[in-house]
């Protein structure tokens, strides 16, 4: 069994900043891909940011520039630093890690999400 639990989030205004992160745990024996998508009300699910194992990076147009994924993959953690936060950044993040597991399954793994509010 693998968890991922988010931290971070919250309420900020308009240009602030926000940092969220997530640790995963459990029966790990390999992580490779890392990410976070986003859910606002009434859309569909869309992928923010992922970072590989060997920390090649890929983000959605509409945050490129603003935010930043990074990983320890020491500590299997993934972190978004996200700059110049805009309304449109509303949403539910959810942590993503693809897993092969203690028993060698690879799967997808998602976290329970955190709310990222921002106010104009």
């Known amino acids: 069994q693998v968890q991922l639990v988010e931290s971070g989030g919250g309420l900020v205004q308009t240009g602030g900043s926000l940092r969220v992160s997530c640790a995963a745990s459990?029966?790990?024996?390999?992580?490779?891909?890392m990410g976070w998508y986003r859910q606002a009300p009434g859309k569909q699910r869309e992928l923010v940011a992922r970072i590989s194992s060997d920390g090649r990076t890929d983000y959605a147009d509409s945050v490129k520039d603003r935010f930043t994924i990074s990983r320890d993959n020491a500590k299997n953690t993934v972190s978004l630093q996200m700059n110049s936060l805009k309304p449109e950044d509303t949403a539910v993040y959810y942590c993503?890690?693809?897993?092969?597991?203690?028993?060698?399954?690879?799967?997808?793994?998602w976290g329970q999400g955190t709310q990222v509010t921002v106010s104009s």
């Open positions: 993503t890690a693809n897993v092969i597991t203690s028993a060698f399954r690879r799967t997808d793994y």
């Open positions: 459990g029966s790990i024996f390999r992580i490779y891909d």
